[in-house]
């Protein structure tokens, strides 16, 4: 598996607050079969051109020498707010594991106006926009996600929303239903959040193909330069949801 998505880099964001606490995410991660992470801490687009990068990557190089050789392989990216449009994000510096695709997400307020020209925008200077957790803007629709699929952005749903009552877990199993999501995440702060559960869930529900679209093949395409795979509507029986919750934190079933 591969996860493109995480705040496990202590002391830089709102994510993991020790190298220890950051360790036991990892070798959690390296146990579950999580052979790439990318660190992802956040950035406003607006200060992108003032990025921390030398001191982001000092952090890094901490975190892989206390998490070891059995730790999965650390890249480092960012994930953007697109707080300003307009704002370049071609810097290679920017990308995801050296790659040509950026993490951005909209402001929680909600959906910027001219989002969709936002992310064709990116998409036309020669970087691909990966778009973080689109179930979570207020407002978003399918046909939203449609729009932003059409002008080249890659769409990462987040493993902890599925497991919402509420309307992010709604959008998102709706997302996955209708075959619309590109890869899965754990947009990860150091807790319990993690891409094994979600292909465990997947494998149990008969969707090998899907898990290993989501947490696997699709994160390499993007690595690599590549266009990530359509990934086949899924129609999620009732009921799932108790076991998902189970797998993700570890509770078993009464017997």
Known sequence: MIDLHSHVIPGVDDGARTLEAAVRVLTRFAAQGVTTVVCTPHLKASAAGSAPIALVTQKLDELRQHAGRAAPALRLGWEILLDEPGIPLSRPALRLGGSPAVLVEFPRSGIPPRATHELARIRESGVVPVLAHPERYWGVSVAHVLEWRAVGAVMQVDVAPLLSEGDRGRIARLLIEQG?????????????????????????????????????????????????????????PRGVLARFRELLLGVRRPT
């Open 180 to 236: 619309l999501v590109h890869l899965l995440a754990s947009d990860n702060h150091g807790d319990a959040r993690a891409l094994g559960p979600a292909r465990d869930w997947l494998i149990e529900l008969g969707a090998t193909e899907h898990a290993e679209l989501l947490t696997a093949r699709n994160a390499a395409h993007v690595l690599a330069g590549e266009s990530p795979e359509d990934v086949p509507p899924l129609q999620l």
